[in-house]
Nanobody
Framework: VQLQASGGGLVQAGGSLRLSCVAPRKIFSTFRSYDMGWHRQAPGKQRELVASISSGGRTNSADSVKGRFTISRDNSRKTVYLQMNGLKPEDTAVYYC?????????????WGQGTLVTVSS
């Protein structure tokens, strides 16, 4: 399943970006049943889970982004969003969305292509 992430770019510290992830047509009819997540990978670091959202709308986020990033979903548009406010240089990374499941922690099953976020100081 190829998820399509977009919305990355260059932003100054303190700025905002909204990332979008659109599901492929083959899972349109079942999109609302999936748990979804956003991850990021900075140069030289492991990929980490940033935020996740269940099919029922329950959300979780990493401590490093709590209060700044918000994950949401629009099932009618088959899209998951990551609203990022108060961006910091350490948020610079390639951001990926995923389809996954909670069991009990979130585990990804499919990845999309990433979108680069660069935060300048």
């Amino acid at each position: 399943v190829q998820l399509q992430a977009s919305g990355g770019g260059l932003v100054q510290a303190g700025g905002s970006l909204r990332l979008s992830c659109v599901a492929p047509r083959k899972i349109f009819s079942t999109f609302r049943s999936y748990d979804m997540g956003w991850h990021r990978q900075a140069p030289g670091k492991q990929r980490e889970l940033v935020a996740s959202i269940s099919s029922g709308g329950r959300t979780n986020s990493a401590d490093s982004v709590k209060g700044r990033f918000t994950i949401s979903r629009d099932n009618s548009r088959k899209t998951v969003y990551l609203q990022m406010n108060g961006l910091k240089p350490e948020d610079t990374a390639v951001y990926y969305c995923s389809r996954g499941y909670f069991g009990p922690d979130y585990s990804p099953l499919d990845w999309g292509q990433g979108t680069l976020v660069t935060v300048s100081s």
